[in-house]
């Protein structure tokens, strides 16, 4: 292997893993509201069953 290549390769890791980094925190998020949709859902059904 070349040099430019190994260095556009070591450049296209580097954005790849910035771009993963800004992603991360939206996941967070999505998968928290995940799990409050999920609760919210189970609340309902509970309440249906309850009257």
Do not use: C, W
Not at 8 to 36: F, G
């Amino acid at each position: 292997m070349d040099a430019e290549h190994i260095g556009a390769k070591k450049y296209k890791i580097e954005q790849q893993q910035e771009e993963i980094n800004r992603l991360q925190p939206q996941l967070s998020e999505v998968k928290s509201q995940q799990a409050a949709i999920k609760q919210q859902i189970i609340e309902l059904v509970t309440n249906e069953f309850t009257f």
